[in-house]
């Protein structure tokens, strides 16, 4: 549960923050959706579960975009399960024998 004021005072900064950016991107609806959230969360908090639900229901129906994918690996880091990381050489292991 949140505390007054101190609890409140942080959450509200946060979404704020997160709201200046939705605004940034232009996106409308987020944005909306924030505002939403917070209104609940400032003054009404027993009724935070609309709005949270409406807006995790539009974050999970963005569809994937360009960037990074979560799970990926860093570039530079050396591949799972200890297999040397080639630097862009040809692995010598798979090239054919000249006999």
């Known amino acids: 549960m949140l505390e007054p004021p101190e609890d409140n005072a942080l959450v509200k900064e946060h979404l704020d923050r997160l709201i200046e950016v939705a605004n940034r991107v232009g996106d409308r609806d987020l944005e909306t959706a924030l505002m939403n959230l917070q209104t609940a969360v400032l003054y009404d908090p027993a009724q935070i579960l609309n709005p949270l ?4 229901t539009m974050i999970d129906g ?28 040809r ?9």
């Open 62 to 89: 963005i569809p994937e975009g360009p960037g990074p994918k979560p799970g990926g690996r860093l570039v530079g880091l050396p591949p799972a399960h200890g297999v040397p990381h080639q630097q862009g050489q």
């Open 53 to 56: 639900t409406a807006l995790i």
């Open 91 to 99: 692995d010598p292991l798979t090239e054919p024998e000249l006999d």
